[in-house]
Each structure stands twice: as C-alpha cells, then as structure tokens.
C-alpha cells in the first residue's frame, strides 16, 4: 500500500491519497476504523475479489464491473469504472471516497509523481478532482474505442461493395456488439458521473468543478455512439444488398446460358431422334451444315442481348 499526502494550492488542506494492490484488499477496512459494521455487510463481501485456484492470486469478476457509485454512509461513497487495456481486456477502477481521503484499490493508472504534478500546477484540490479526472480519462478511452470501431466499420463497408463475402457478416455483429457494449458501458458511466458530481455540489456549492463539463462531453459521447449503431444496421443492410445484388448477376448469368443453349438443346434432340427419314441425314455435308445452325443461332441470340444492353 502507497500513502500519499497531496497537498493543494490557495492555503487549502491537502487530502490523502491510498493505492492498494488487489492483494490488498484486505487493507481497506482498517482504514475506516469508525465503519466496520459497513464492511461487514454482504455487498462488501460480494465485491471482494475471488481466489483463483490455480495461482492462489486475487482477480476481479468480470461480472462485476459495472460502473455505478454506492453511497456507503453520509460522506463515504464507493465509485466504480471501467476501461479496457490495449489487448482489449475489462479491468476496474475501484476507489473509495471521503471527503479529504481517496482510496484507489487494484488497476488505477496512476502514478504518485503525476498526481503531485496535478497538485503543484493546482489541478486537483480535492479527491473529488482526482475521480474527476479519471473519469475525464475512462471518456476518452471510450472515445478512442468508438474511434477505432468507426475506422473499422468504414474499411468493412469498402471491402463489401468491392467484393461481398460471407466472413464479412461475421465481423458486422462482431462490430454490432462493440457497439452495444460500448453504449451500455458509458450509459452506467454517465449515472456515475451525474451522481458524482451531484456529491461533488452538496459538499461545495462554490465550487467550479468540471463535473457538468464531463457529463456533457459524456451525452454527446452516446450520441456518437447511437449513430455508430445505426451506421453498424446500415453496414448490414448493405451486406444484404450486395449479397442479393450478386445474387441477381448470378441468376442473369444463368439466364443467359439457359436462353442461348435452349434453341441448340432443341435441335439437338430434334436430330437425335431414331428416324430414317430426317432432315440432312443423308447429306455428307449435314453434320457441318448442323454446327454452322448451332454457331448462326448462338451470334444471334448473343447479339440480340448485346442490342438490349443486357450483358452487363
């Protein structure tokens, strides 16, 4: 465990910061010594990590990443965001919050020098500045994914008009539930973010916090992500229209091949017939004068294709 005194600016009291490890959560009671009948309730027991088996370490259930904050008793809440590393995995960011103490418990993203420079350059002066800078951070990662899914989906729609193909209807739901998931995740985070900073004006209402910035930044963020959603049901659309488009050149194609072998097919069967009185079976010339009808009726057909432009 990390304890660190981040003094503020303007003659303030500074507050304190805790970076715990997963290993140590068992560290965050004893912290609260007037609130252990909190931790004694089942929703802290069910929010502690679980032990893994195999290596006896600590892990986070996925399930229960769900961003939201609990209010733990008046001036303690409990505050929970979501991000996602570079290899695209969940991870949490748990933090408890007082008034004058922040308590960051596993995956936090920060470093003790970065918050003394916050610090120093009076960025933060409170603990509620330092959870509203991560939530400026958790937005933008946010950003960052809808970004990538976006240049995603502009690649995908390219290569469908330019070649259709049925792998490509398994990447579209792929990029589908990117999508929905993203919109749930910032859906929980912008309740977060409202109840924070709705926290953040009850203890100072002079304050010139940032929180409705976020939460604006937040909305406008969805808002992104709706049109994202409905660009992902028109990449699907397209797919259809594409597979169906190749669908019908198939079907043409067929069509012609059927309407052009027809009239042979037909004198084909004609001269194969077992009679001895037909047409040209006597003349040495007959089968060349045969191939030569085949050739006649298969120039006309095709030129009269050609005239009505329907060999596109």
């Known amino acids: 465990m990390e304890a660190i005194n981040v003094p503020v600016k303007d003659g303030k009291a500074g507050f304190k910061l805790y970076l715990l490890e997963l ?15 909190v931790f004694q309730t089942e929703w802290f027991k069910q ?16 399930s229960r990443i769900r961003p939201g904050v609990i209010r733990l008793r008046p001036g303690l809440h409990h505050a929970l965001f979501s991000d996602q590393d570079r290899q695209g995995n969940i991870y949490p960011i748990r933090f408890f919050l007082t008034e004058n103490e922040i308590i960051f418990v596993g995956h936090t993203l920060l470093r003790k020098e970065k918050v003394l420079e916050w610090a120093n350059r009076g960025i933060i002066n409170s603990p509620m500045d330092l959870a509203q800078i991560i939530g400026m951070r958790v937005l933008h990662h ?91 049901e028109s990449l699907r659309e397209a797919y259809q229209a594409a597979v169906d488009n190749r669908a019908n050149d198939i ?37 060349y004068i045969f191939f030569a009808g085949c050739f006649f009726i298969l120039v006309t057909v095709l030129f009269y294709f050609w005239r009505k432009d329907w060999l596109r």
């Open 251 to 287: 079907m043409k194609l067929l069509t012609l091949l059927a309407t052009v072998l027809l009239p042979i097919n037909l004198l084909t069967s004609f001269f194969g017939m077992n009679f001895t009185r037909m047409p040209l079976i006597g003349n040495p010339y007959g089968i």
């Open 142 to 232: 946010h950003e960052t994914r809808l970004e990538s899914i976006e240049n995603q989906m502009e690649r995908l729609e390219e290569e469908i008009l330019t070649n259709p193909a049925a792998r490509q209807q398994g990447k579209i739901f792929k990029l589908h539930r990117k999508v929905i998931s993203l919109k749930k995740s910032l859906n929980h985070h912008l309740a977060a973010f409202e109840r924070l900073g709705a926290i953040d004006t009850h203890i100072d209402t002079h304050s010139s916090s940032l929180w409705p910035e976020l939460i604006t930044e937040t909305k406008r963020e969805l808002e992104n992500i709706r049109q994202t959603y409905e660009l992902a």
């Open 23 to 37: 290993q140590e959560w068992g560290e965050v009671p004893p912290l609260f010594p007037q609130d252990q009948e």
């Open 47 to 62: 929010i502690y990590p679980t032990v893994n088996q195999t290596n006896e370490q600590l892990q986070e259930r996925p």
